[in-house]
């Protein structure tokens, strides 16, 4: 069953704005990650926080993680049209075990106009 | 160059075919992994392998059958596919622990006719 599910589904910005992405996820997590996908290419991994972190950053990126609401943003500021992808977040659930159980949300389709 | 690399890069194949798809790390990874990417859905996961051993079955059909021959190297091999299966597959592969982040290949585009 899905996991995480990104808000919006789609996300249009001009160029120099900020992107805000959100996640919810139904069970608890040991860990929440974001992934980038290019249009015909792999999931690249973004940043990962750990469900007992509140906010991470990396560069240009900002995620907080909010346990109790069972939600997570991704913060990309001083957008460019490089940034243009999907954006996913994936949680992880099984403690101390393999990384089998990641489980990915649909993503959000992020498009910055020049 | 994402230290995973897929071949090939678009198949296109009958119902009847039989063909496979190979997945190669150059990371020292010791898990493997491989996912179904389909329009206007979730990624899928359908097989783990931890240390050559499969460590889940996602109640995948049995005419997609992994094999990992040692941990560098995976393969999803297909037989009698379905036209619904045609999507993107990707392989990744990670350190095996909960919190390691999946390297991703640029994946397979299948499509069955």
């Known amino acids: 069953s899905q996991q995480g599910e990104e808000d919006p589904q789609a996300l249009s910005i001009q160029e120099g704005e900020n992107a805000t992405m959100n996640c919810s996820y139904k069970?608890?997590?040991?860990?929440l990650q974001w992934y980038r996908q290019n249009s015909g290419r792999g999931l690249v991994h973004l940043i990962l926080?750990?469900?007992?972190?509140r906010e991470k950053h990396s560069g240009r990126l900002r995620v907080t993680l909010d346990t109790s609401k069972k939600s997570s943003s991704l913060l990309i500021t001083a957008s460019r049209a490089a940034d243009t992808a999907s954006y996913f977040c994936?949680?992880?659930?099984?403690?101390?075990?393999?990384?089998?159980?990641?489980?990915f949300g649909k993503g959000t389709k992020l498009s910055v106009k020049p | 160059e994402t230290g995973v690399t897929q071949t090939p890069r678009h198949l296109v194949m009958g119902m009847t075919n039989k063909k496979s798809l190979k997945c190669e790390q150059h990371?020292?990874?010791?898990?493997m992994y491989w996912y179904k990417q389909s329009a206007k859905k979730p990624l899928e996961l359908m097989f783990v392998?931890?240390?050559?051993?499969?460590?889940e079955n996602n109640s995948v059909p049995s005419r997609f059958s992994p094999e990992c021959p040692n941990s560098s190297h995976l393969f999803l091999h297909l037989h009698t596919l379905q036209p619904e299966d045609s999507a993107l597959y990707l392989c990744?592969?990670?350190?095996?622990?909960?919190?390691?982040?999946?390297?991703f290949g640029n994946g397979t585009r299948l499509t069955v006719t």
């Open positions: 990371l020292g990874h010791n898990a």
């Open positions: 069970t608890s997590i040991n860990n």
């Open positions: 392998y931890n240390f050559k051993e499969q460590t």
């Open positions: 994936a949680t992880g659930t099984n403690y101390g075990g393999s990384q089998g159980n990641l489980i």
């Open positions: 990744a592969s990670s350190q095996g622990a909960s919190d390691s982040p999946l390297h």
């Open positions: 926080i750990r469900s007992n972190e």
